[in-house]
């Protein structure tokens, strides 16, 4: 079973730039989807972007297109989420998320996934 752990976040600045990293330890395979969500304080767990192992292909969430990049390091078996043009609501734990059965679709519910990692911390101040 794959084993995830996150890292990076912390206090950033309104406007700046932060980049998460999702290391997989354990065998990956190229019909895995790996995801970042995202959870505020009194709010549900939101996606906000996913790729695909094996071919590479993304989704984002409408909230973060255009400023945040997902892309994966295979021989290192690393995710990554850069986040620029950061915005206050940004602040929240994001977690790295991986889908390993099921059809090869970018999935956007937190149901979809069965491996997750502890979750970072991202506060973002204005």
């Known amino acids: 079973q794959v084993q995830l752990v996150e890292s990076g976040g912390g206090l950033v600045q309104a406007g700046g730039s932060s980049r998460l990293s999702c290391a997989a330890s354990?065998?990956?395979?190229?019909?895995?989807?790996m995801g970042w969500f995202r959870q505020a304080p009194g709010k549900e767990r939101e996606f906000v972007a996913a790729?695909?192992?094996?071919?590479?292909?993304?989704g984002y969430a409408n909230s973060v297109k255009g400023r945040f990049t997902i892309s994966r390091d295979n021989a290192k078996n690393t995710v990554y989420l850069q986040m620029n043009s950061l915005k206050p609501e940004d602040t929240a734990v994001y977690y790295c998320?991986?889908?390993?059965?099921?059809?090869?679709?970018?999935?956007?519910?937190?149901?979809?996934?069965?491996?997750w990692g502890q979750g970072t911390q991202v506060t973002v101040s204005s």
């Open positions: 790729i695909t192992w094996g071919a590479g292909s993304t």
């Open positions: 998320a991986a889908r390993t059965k099921g059809v090869v679709l970018i999935i956007t519910t937190p149901a979809g996934y069965d491996v």
């Open positions: 354990g065998r990956t395979f190229s019909h895995y989807i």
